[in-house]
């Protein structure tokens, strides 16, 4: 499942030319939010494409009813992202990760700057209470899905940058377990160098590329 996922993202992955602004909550130059929250939601798509085909979809179902998590009612999706967004925003203020609101969905770019060594996949200590707090979060939204993408620059080959990549996503999830996320919630992928948010010719550019980043998903009925 995770290796049919995978290809798919990245036969649909797209270059990207977008203008550059600075975050608001990290004071960082970025790719523009709508150009970036196009291509997040084009991966989002594909992943929730393949997870809800009838049988995986069934046994996700049966999983998630297994654990007690139910799904949101249609007309109270907004309003239970809202909420959960000012969380998020309060809790992740000045810690480096920037919060972007896309539809129904929220994501959570957590820049390889602050979250691990150069070619490292083992979490830096100092960045486990940003994840702490992002945990308390969805720990109080239990219908919230997580998507966990890694991706990397377009140094070394890509074989290497796409285990790294997938070794990074990982970590985060499992930091997040340890935090008390349930695992059925969670959706592990590595996209190596594949998905690009600005240019790999400039050391910032490669530095905005080296990221993890958490697309939440209200689980709807």
Known sequence: MKKLALATLISSAVALNACSTINPYTGEKQTSNAAKGAMIGA?????????????????KERALKGAGIGAVAGGS????????????????????????????NIILNMPGAITFDTNQSVLRDSFMPVLDSVAEVLKEYK????????????????????????QRAQSVANALGGFGVQQIRMDVVGFGETQPVAS??????????????LILLPLTQ
């Open 200 to 213: 790999n010719s400039t050391d910032s550019g490669r530095a905005q590329n080296r990221r993890v980043e």
């Open 77 to 104: 999706v907004g309003v239970y992202m809202d909420v959960q967004e000012a969380k998020l925003r309060e809790k992740l203020s000045a810690s480096g990760v920037s919060v972007v609101r896309d539809g129904d």
């Open 43 to 59: 991966a989002a798509g594909a992943l929730i494409g393949i997870a809800t085909s009838d049988s995986s979809k069934e046994r």
């Open 143 to 166: 219908s919230t899905m997580i998507q966990i993408g890694g991706h990397t620059d377009s140094v070394g080959s890509d074989q290497y940058n796409m285990l790294l990549s997938q």
